[in-house]
């Protein structure tokens, strides 16, 4: 009613609520950063993918596929198919499932050949070149250059590092690089870690610069629906 003054009934805040309050808060965050701690000391136990070997699979599939990108990825899908029974692993092996990645100011492409929670496998490159940051991970990161060079430098660093095909750029977790694909390069790019951290900053782009909204439900839809397929048969 017009005139009324709405009366609130306010509950006085003892100080022993408050000390409760923040004291359960604390063990809250407590007890996440120790199950965190936890899970990040075991989470080897789900890797699935060997860099080393992946390492070989790149080199082998640029030996055997001179010039043709497509034919390199083929081969490395195929390979993976034959050696990751579909029990113990989920793989995408539709390679003609592309979407824009921007991330870090830098710009390609990716196919998504597999992504769990601790470990994903794509083909990333443009045939354009493009430059940017690398992002401030909390996985390992091993890019295996198939075609193309893939230059990079950190703070500190004078002359840049140079990556060539058969060559694998690995960058640690918590590091973190300039990069540049001079005149487009494509790779193998393998994480291993905590994945789903590692998503902010490869949709960031979207929503501060492209709002490319298209590109944001595909890169929704196939991650997701990999990370699910994984779940459902163990593979976190
Ligand atoms: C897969 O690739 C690796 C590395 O090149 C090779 O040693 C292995 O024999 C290949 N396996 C199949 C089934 O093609
Ligand atoms: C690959 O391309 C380069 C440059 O165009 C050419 O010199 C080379 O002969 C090609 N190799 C094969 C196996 O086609």
């Known amino acids: 009613m017009p005139g009324t003054k709405k009366t609130k009934l306010r509950l006085e805040t003892q100080p022993q609520d ?3 309050k923040w004291a359960s808060r ?3 965050v407590l007890l996440l950063v120790a199950v965190g701690g936890f899970l990040d000391t075991i989470k080897e136990r789900w890797y699935i993918f060997d860099p080393s070997e992946l390492h070989e ?3 082998a599939a640029i030996a ?13 899908v195929t390979n993976l198919t034959l050696t ?30 597999h992504a769990s929670i601790t470990e994903y496998l794509i083909i990333f490159g443009t045939p354009l070149g493009t ?5 401030l991970h909390t996985a390992d990161d091993y890019f295996n250059i198939l075609v193309g060079e893939q ?22 977790r918590g590091t973190a690089k300039q990069y ?29 610069s492209t709002l490319d909204i298209v590109t944001l439900y595909h890169t929704v839809r196939v991650t997701g629906r990999e990370m699910i397929r994984n779940l459902f048969i163990g593979k976190i």
């Open 180 to 208: 540049k694909m001079h005149e487009g390069c494509f790779a193998l790019e393998y994480a291993r870690g905590w994945i789903p951290l590692m998503l902010p900053f490869g949709l960031a782009d979207i929503f501060t």
């Open 18 to 20: 408050l000390l409760i």
């Open 64 to 76: 055997s596929s001179p010039n043709d990108t497509a034919g390199m990825i083929q081969h490395i």
């Open 131 to 135: 430059e940017g940051h690398t992002g």
């Open 84 to 113: 990751h029974p579909s029990n113990q692993i989920k793989l995408n092996i539709d390679s003609s499932e592309w979407v824009f990645n921007n991330a870090g100011g830098a710009m390609g492409a990716m196919y998504i050949i």
């Open 26 to 28: 604390v063990v809250i």
């Open 151 to 172: 230059w990079a430098f950190r703070p500190g660093g004078l002359e840049m590092e140079r990556y060539t095909p058969g060559m694998v750029h690995f960058l640690p």
């Open 57 to 59: 699979l790149a080199q």
